[in-house]
């Protein structure tokens, strides 16, 4: 008779999947994520006791640990499969803790695929439960209980009730924080472009004026730009040079959880959060219906661009027979891994190229079909041919001055044919192809544009820039990047306004006490070096007792001290205008869950409150209202009319002053990855559309991201708002 085995995993989407390429003596069954962890009514650290752990079974967990014992106990072998990393190698340990299984023996079983091959080859191959991981988790863990449990009670006692500080996250909203100080002081410096319109006999071309008697020119003010365009009168614009060479771009590296993370909110709009929980359904598979359940992705927490040598030849197979000899490289392309990371992961791929996304797209959901698009063209394009551009520099001398004017065009796509990487700023490559013209060529000046700027401040923080600053600062690790910024915003010390970050008054306030009384906590690098001595926990290298006792020693004297030295805060409320309907008193704006709302300042004796309604400029076109912003429960921005419930009028997007050219009604202001800001007409039967003009588009259009860009619907449903 055949041992039986008992397989356990995190979830049951994993263990469904997994069931299914196991054969009958095989049992999978799932932990439902960790099993024990720290009590949340007690510090569960015994300091005096070298920073021993007390752990307790999760509420609610009793059911299931009966459920597991009762396998157990019928099964001849335990293989013990949660995800390959710290926190599932923890939970592998916790479990072999409460079925009783010795962690020295080959009870773990570590795949970075849910696929037919990964899991039988996986079952083949058990190993011990690696302790020096589980000591790197268990040390993040109490770190964060011994910062977390001794802060957040001295944020309650002189700032607010409810407070709390993390260790990491408190340094994520310092980021943001620095970056408003930065706008905040930045002075702008003024500056001037001169661009020439300029015939040759072969077509026109546009030059950008760079140099003056060969050192670079640059023009502040304006009475320096009339002294130019002064030296410039009357003199001949004659070519002076034509270089022309080829250009190669290389394709970016297959995707690691962060630029992943990154890529997902550029191109579709996505939040860490909402990327990593699509991720995680592809990882642990789908019904693909004849096909079944299979892993559409490998494992998706990894800092490695890495690729097996497997997924490598099957992809450059796969370019080969759809793309041609020229789309693949003579070699296979090998990328460096940047900084210190865990190589022991696969960078994010398809499970099998053969699997093309149009052949999944009836069988998963649009979100899904979107994001393994993603992860599959750029593991496509990471092993593509380069692209090649020819690329033509035109310099033009005018006097003393010196212009310049250069265009691209491909001459061949390469991996580009597949996937080009986004960007977080609006820079644009050059492209286009200029005119045929020759050294010594004169050409004629049909205009000459001067045009003045104004240096910019640095942008404030998207959650793809955010990302990635946590990312190059060495803050946090993969798996961590969604849950900081989730925590951050639901703490209220950071809101989220068009995309971008700013830090409230509650934040500002954290952020400046901890600057003050303990700056190791809220220092960018002191936190990067923990994440290093974490690392070295997890290599074997350090011990983890010693690097929380060398921590927490003067962690609690700087503790002590901030206890005495810091009274207690007061964030006064902003008063308004506005009277209480109760009782007279001038309201006060409150910051709550939802967002600022106006309340009664005489709390608890009056409970009057009222939503705060921010005009936007426009009246309603049904009534003689104002439109105001206003906002769910879940806290999505739409636009209504300020006489609700009287006036219905709702939309998810910004209504405008500006009449249809068609119609005459107003029309409302869209934003659309593909096509840009436009405004268009929501009047039945009209349709008009119109580009949005470039010195029109400061301000916010009000687009929701998660939106379709093809929405038609324009009005929200009152069951969509309910459901919010």
Same mark, same amino acid.
């Given at each position: 008779?055949?041992?039986?085995?008992?397989?356990?995993?995190?979830?049951?989407?994993?263990?469904?999947?997994?069931?299914?390429?196991?054969?009958?003596?095989?049992?999978?069954?799932?932990?439902?994520?960790?099993?024990?962890?720290?009590?949340?009514?007690?510090?569960?650290?015994?300091?005096?006791?070298?920073?021993?752990?007390?752990?307790?079974?999760?509420?609610?967990?009793?059911?299931?640990?009966?459920?597991?014992?009762?396998?157990?106990?019928?099964?001849?072998?335990?293989?013990?499969?949660?995800?390959?990393?710290?926190?599932?190698?923890?939970?592998?340990?916790?479990?072999?803790?409460?079925?009783?299984?010795?962690?020295?023996?080959?009870?773990?079983?570590?795949?970075?695929?849910?696929?037919?091959?990964?899991?039988?080859?996986?079952?083949?191959?058990?190993?011990?439960?690696?302790?020096?991981?589980?000591?790197?988790?268990?040390?993040? #863990?109490?770190?964060?209980?011994?910062?977390?449990?001794?802060?957040?009670?001295?944020?309650?006692?002189?700032?607010?009730?409810?407070?709390?500080?993390?260790?990491?996250?408190?340094?994520?909203?310092?980021?943001?924080?620095?970056?408003?100080?930065?706008?905040?002081?930045?002075?702008?410096?003024?500056?001037?472009?001169?661009?020439?319109?300029?015939?040759?006999?072969?077509?026109?071309?546009?030059?950008?004026?760079?140099?003056?008697?060969?050192?670079?020119?640059?023009?502040?003010?304006?009475?320096?730009?009339?002294?130019?365009?002064?030296?410039?009168?009357?003199?001949?614009?004659?070519?002076?040079?034509?270089?022309?060479?080829?250009?190669?771009?290389?394709?970016?590296?297959?995707?690691?959880?962060?630029?992943?993370?990154?890529?997902?909110?550029?191109?579709?709009?996505?939040?860490? #959060?909402?990327?990593?929980?699509?991720?995680?359904?592809?990882?642990?598979?789908?019904?693909?219906?004849?096909?079944?359940?299979?892993?559409?992705?490998?494992?998706?927490?990894?800092?490695?661009?890495?690729?097996?040598?497997?997924?490598?030849?099957?992809?450059?197979?796969?370019?080969?027979? #759809?793309?041609?000899?020229?789309?693949?490289?003579?070699?296979?392309?090998?990328?460096?891994?940047?900084?210190?990371?865990?190589?022991?992961?696969?960078?994010?791929?398809?499970?099998?190229?053969?699997?093309?996304?149009?052949?999944?797209?009836?069988?998963?959901?649009?979100?899904?079909?979107?994001?393994?698009?993603?992860?599959?063209?750029?593991?496509?394009?990471?092993?593509?041919?380069?692209?090649?551009?020819?690329?033509?520099?035109?310099?033009?001398?005018?006097?003393?001055?010196?212009?310049?004017?250069?265009?691209?065009?491909?001459?061949?796509?390469?991996?580009?044919?597949?996937?080009?990487?986004?960007?977080?700023?609006?820079?644009?490559?050059?492209?286009?192809?200029?005119?045929?013209?020759?050294?010594?060529?004169?050409?004629?000046?049909?205009?000459?544009?001067?045009?003045?700027?104004?240096?910019?401040?640095?942008?404030?923080?998207?959650?793809?820039?955010?990302?990635?600053?946590?990312?190059?600062?060495?803050?946090?690790?993969?798996?961590?990047?969604?849950?900081?910024?989730?925590?951050?915003?639901?703490?209220?010390?950071?809101?989220?306004?068009?995309?971008?970050?700013?830090?409230?008054?509650?934040?500002?306030?954290?952020?400046?006490?901890?600057?003050?009384?303990?700056?190791?906590?809220?220092?960018?690098?002191?936190?990067?070096?923990?994440?290093?001595?974490?690392?070295?926990?997890?290599?074997?290298?350090?011990?983890?007792?010693?690097?929380?006792?060398?921590?927490?020693?003067?962690?609690?004297?700087?503790?002590?001290?901030?206890?005495?030295?810091?009274?207690?805060?007061?964030?006064?409320?902003?008063?308004?205008?506005?009277?209480?309907?109760?009782?007279?008193?001038?309201?006060?704006?409150?910051?709550?869950?939802?967002?600022?709302?106006?309340?009664?300042?005489?709390?608890?004796?009056?409970?009057?409150?009222?939503?705060?309604?921010?005009?936007?400029?426009?009246?309603?076109?049904?009534?003689?209202?104002?439109?105001?912003?206003?906002?769910?429960?879940?806290?999505?921005?739409?636009?209504?009319?300020?006489?609700?419930?009287?006036?219905?009028?709702?939309?998810?997007?910004?209504?405008?002053?500006?009449?249809?050219?068609?119609?005459?009604?107003?029309?409302?202001?869209?934003?659309?990855?593909?096509?840009?800001?436009?405004?268009?007409?929501?009047?039945?039967?009209?349709?008009?559309?119109?580009?949005?003009?470039?010195?029109?588009?400061?301000?916010?259009?009000?687009?929701?991201?998660?939106?379709?860009?093809?929405?038609?619907?324009?009005?929200?449903?009152?069951?969509?708002?309910?459901?919010?």
């Amino acid at each position: 008779m055949s041992n039986k085995v008992l397989v356990i995993v995190e979830s049951p989407a994993k263990a469904k999947t997994i069931s299914k390429f196991l054969g009958r003596r095989y049992q999978v069954k799932a932990s439902m994520g960790h099993v024990r962890d720290l009590p949340k009514s007690q510090f569960g650290v015994d300091v005096e006791g070298d920073f021993n752990p007390k752990y307790i079974t999760i509420r609610g967990k009793g059911e299931l640990l009966k459920e597991l014992r009762t396998a157990a106990k019928k099964s001849d072998q335990i293989l013990l499969g949660p995800d390959p990393d710290r926190e599932g190698e923890a939970i592998a340990w916790h479990l072999a803790q409460v079925l009783g299984v010795d962690e020295h023996t080959p009870c773990r079983i570590e795949f970075n695929e849910i696929t037919k091959s990964a899991i039988q080859n996986a079952v083949k191959k058990p190993r011990p439960i690696d302790t020096s991981r589980v000591e790197a988790q268990q040390a993040r #863990r109490i770190l964060d209980r011994l910062v977390g449990y001794n802060l957040s009670p001295l944020l309650w006692r002189k700032i607010r009730k409810g407070l709390s500080a993390g260790r990491v996250q408190s340094v994520a909203v310092r980021l943001i924080g620095d970056r408003e100080e930065e706008i905040n002081d930045f002075v702008p410096e003024e500056y001037w472009s001169l661009t020439a319109e300029l015939k040759g006999d072969k077509g026109n071309l546009q030059a950008r004026l760079v140099r003056q008697d060969e050192n670079k020119l640059e023009i502040n003010n304006g009475e320096r730009m009339d002294q130019v365009l002064g030296e410039l009168s009357g003199q001949d614009f004659v070519v002076s040079e034509v270089k022309r060479k080829e250009k190669r771009r290389n394709p970016a590296p297959p995707f690691t959880t962060s630029s992943l993370q990154q890529e997902a909110y550029r191109k579709l709009g996505f939040t860490a #959060r909402k990327t990593m929980m699509i991720a995680q359904q592809l990882y642990e598979g789908l019904d693909l219906g004849k096909e079944g359940t299979v892993g559409l992705v490998t494992y998706i927490r990894t800092d490695s661009v890495r690729v097996s040598d497997g997924a490598v030849e099957e992809v450059r197979e796969h370019i080969q027979n #759809r793309f041609g000899a020229d789309y693949q490289p003579a070699e296979p392309r090998v990328y460096e891994n940047k900084g210190k990371i865990q190589n022991a992961h696969e960078a994010i791929r398809p499970t099998s190229v053969a699997r093309e996304p149009e052949t999944l797209k009836a069988v998963v959901t649009n979100d899904q079909f979107k994001l393994y698009k993603l992860i599959y063209e750029r593991f496509v394009a990471s092993q593509m041919s380069s692209a090649v551009m020819d690329t033509t520099t035109i310099e033009i001398k005018a006097g003393a001055f010196g212009f310049r004017a250069s265009g691209s065009v491909l001459k061949f796509p390469g991996f580009m044919k597949v996937y080009i990487e986004g960007r977080d700023d609006d820079s644009k490559d050059e492209e286009g192809l200029l005119p045929e013209v020759f050294a010594e060529e004169k050409l004629a000046l049909r205009k000459l544009d001067p045009k003045q700027h104004f240096t910019q401040p640095p942008p404030r923080y998207s959650e793809a820039t955010l990302v990635r600053a946590l990312e190059e600062r060495g803050i946090g690790r993969p798996s961590t990047y969604a849950p900081i910024i989730e925590t951050i915003v639901a703490r209220g010390y950071v809101v989220r306004e068009d995309k971008q970050f700013y830090l409230t008054e509650l934040g500002e306030v954290v952020v400046d006490l901890l600057k003050e009384h303990f700056p190791d906590i809220i220092d960018v690098e002191f936190t990067a070096d923990m994440e290093d001595k974490l690392d070295a926990i997890e290599e074997g290298a350090a011990d983890w007792k010693r690097i929380l006792r060398d921590f927490y020693e003067p962690f609690r004297e700087t503790l002590e001290d901030a206890e005495e030295k810091i009274g207690e805060i007061e964030i006064a409320d902003e008063v308004t205008d506005q009277l209480c309907e109760v009782c007279g008193a001038n309201l006060v704006i409150k910051q709550g869950r939802f967002g600022r709302f106006l309340a009664c300042p005489r709390f608890p004796e009056c409970r009057f409150t009222k939503p705060l309604l921010e005009e936007i400029g426009v009246p309603c076109p049904k009534c003689d209202g104002h439109i105001v912003i206003r906002r769910t429960k879940k806290g999505r921005k739409f636009f209504g009319c300020a006489n609700y419930p009287e006036c219905d009028y709702v939309s998810w997007e910004r209504p405008t002053n500006v009449p249809c050219p068609q119609c005459g009604k107003p029309m409302v202001q869209k934003e659309s990855k593909k096509l840009g800001t436009r405004r268009l007409c929501t009047t039945e039967g009209c349709g008009y559309e119109e580009a949005v003009p470039d010195g029109e588009k400061g301000a916010s259009p009000g687009w929701l991201p998660g939106a379709p860009d093809d929405a038609e619907t324009i009005k929200p449903s009152t069951e969509q708002l309910a459901e919010e």
